[in-house]
């Protein structure tokens, strides 16, 4: 009789691959386990997942879960197991947000290969609790970056990724900012937009469509101002798909007189709240003051929709830091061999010396110390 030892480093679909027999028997464990016999989370999740994982997934200790698969390879196999507690990486994912960068990947991978959105939306609940706006935007660059999936894909099913995680989204804080900071102006829009979406379902007339329309001005500043300063922060997979969004929106607007005026008004509906919990939470932790004060510089030029921004928000940079108030007179810099200094700045350097001077005029007066 052979020997084999599992230990809670032992990844789970290594366990599986070895021992098929055991991917029927994951139910008994838990109901939950049975995602494992989904091709897609093996070739995802389950490549990184280890007993542990399996432990915490399930909320059992990770002995007990040790021994269940132990005595069920015993009574299926001639196969002596022996159990190892406390080895090293014990955890096959780096830390909790990756692997649970790697459980949404798994579930929108699933969504995309025709899983059912309900049932995906439960899982969702069940595994992850809650997730943050920046986890779903890092996940949708992961995919593209590895070539999973397209940005047209992305775009394509975007709707049911939000769909998935939308109610955990709506419990997290959207983001404040003072008025005149660009993202407190794009919410600025956004109130307004929702206004007029509210009265186009009260009673639709062509002049509120065309005033909904302005949205236009709010994508165009996002497209030009925001999103370039996101793709140089190496995050343009997610702004590919909201500009293409963008352009859904601007098809309809063309439409004119012959607009669908419910789904015009919903597609911006679904663009602020995906802006609200996702772009613009995104936005706020990968981008500087000084990030955000070159979004800012453009925008006037490019215009605002319904809103004129504040100006309570005084950006902190290197040239406010570095300015002078007030330009010195000419007669208080003293033009020297090497360069020009203020008076203050001589005094200043004067005083800070690690040394002591003095100065002896012709009359032997000291007129300097």
């Known amino acids: ?24 028997q994951l139910t008994e464990l838990d109901s939950i386990l049975k995602r494992f016999q989904n091709p897609i989370l093996r070739k995802t999740v389950g490549r990184k997942a280890t ?3 399996v432990a915490s997934l399930i909320n059992q200790d990770v002995k007990s879960v040790l021994e269940f698969f132990s005595s069920k390879i015993e009574q299926s196999t001639e196969t002596k197991v022996d159990i190892q507690i406390g080895s090293a990486g014990k955890s096959g994912f780096e830390d909790e947000q990756v692997r649970k960068r790697e459980m949404l990947k798994a579930l929108v991978l699933e969504l995309h290969a025709g899983g059912d959105k309900s ?22 660059q992961e995919l593209i970056n590895s070539g999973e999936l ?86 343009e997979g997610p702004t590919q798909v909201m500009w293409a969004k963008h352009d859904k929106v601007r098809e309809l607007i063309r439409q004119g007189s012959e607009i669908d005026v ?9 663009m602020i709240f995906k802006e609200e919990t996702i772009l613009f939470p ?23 929709a319904w809103v004129t921004p504040g ?11 570095h300015q002078v108030e007030e330009k010195p007179q000419l007669s208080d810099i003293l033009d020297v061999r090497t360069g020009k200094l203020t008076l203050e700045q001589i005094n200043l350097i004067m005083t800070n010396l690690p040394v002591e001077i003095s100065f002896i005029n012709e009359k032997e007066e000291v007129i300097y110390y």
Not at 1 to 24: G, H, Q, R, V
Not at 157 to 179: M, Q, R, Y
Not at 262 to 270: I, L
Request: glycine residues 2%; aromatic residues 8%.
């Open 150 to 235: 397209t940005v047209d894909q992305i775009t394509l099913l975007c709707d049911l990724h939000v769909g998935i995680f939308e109610d955990t989204l709506e419990e997290n804080k959207k983001p404040e900012a003072s008025p005149g900071h660009p993202i407190h102006t794009y919410m600025e829009e956004n109130r307004v937009a929702e206004e007029l979406i509210e009265k186009i379902r009260d009673k639709p007339t062509p002049e509120l469509v065309r005033k909904l329309a302005d949205i236009e001005i709010h994508y165009t500043r996002l497209e030009n101002q925001l999103f370039p300063m996101l793709e140089k922060k190496e995050f």
């Open 262 to 270: 419910e789904e015009f008004a919903t597609q911006v509906e679904d």
């Open 1 to 24: 009789m052979s020997n084999y030892i599992i230990s809670e480093a032992t990844k789970i679909i290594e366990l599986i691959d070895k021992f098929p027999f055991l991917e029927e």
């Open 51 to 53: 007993l542990t994982d």
């Open 282 to 304: 995104t936005s706020l932790e990968l981008l500087s003051t000084l990030d955000w004060q070159k979004v800012k510089n453009g925008e006037e030029e490019i215009g605002f």
């Open 311 to 321: 100006d309570e928000w005084k950006p902190v940079t290197p040239e406010v830091i």
């Open 119 to 140: 049932a995906l939306k439960a899982r969702f609940k069940e595994i992850l609790g809650d997730v943050e706006a920046t986890d779903i935007a890092s996940m949708e």
